[in-house]
Nanobody
Framework: VQLQASGGGLVQAGGSLRLSCAAS????????MGWFRQAPGKEREFVAQ????????DYVDDVKGRFTISRDNAENTLYLQMNSLKPGDTAIYYC???????????????WGQGTQVTVSS
């Protein structure tokens, strides 16, 4: 499956952004979907994941209550609504598709190219 992330940008602290990830090439509903991020000099880290039907969602503690992951299976698109953004959220955000629900980047099968999110203080 091919993944194309978009929606990043520069925003002030407290602002909002909505990331999108368009999937093509294989059946979208065959995959669980996730968002990860990587800040400069740091390892890629888990942000959120959603299962095939959308009935299960999981978040890293730092974004709970601020970020919402969702998917539109009819449109083959994954979303990440990010509210109350903080400078610490600054990173390249990647979407991923995989067979297993898990938080380890190494266990996800397909990756988008990433979209930059920068939050100024």
């Amino acid at each position: 499956v091919q993944l194309q992330a978009s929606g990043g940008g520069l925003v002030q602290a407290g602002g909002s952004l909505r990331l999108s990830c368009a999937a093509s090439g294989r059946t979208f509903t065959n995959y669980n979907m996730g968002w990860f991020r990587q800040a400069p000099g740091k390892e890629r880290e888990f942000v959120a994941q959603i299962n095939r039907s959308g009935g299960y969602r999981d978040y890293v503690d730092d974004v709970k209550g601020r970020f919402t992951i969702s998917r539109d299976n009819a449109e083959n698109t994954l979303y990440l609504q990010m509210n109350s953004l903080k400078p610490g959220d600054t990173a390249i955000y990647y979407c991923a598709a995989g067979v297993y629900i898990n938080r380890s980047p190494a266990r996800w099968d397909y990756w988008g190219q990433g979209t930059q999110v920068t939050v100024s203080s």
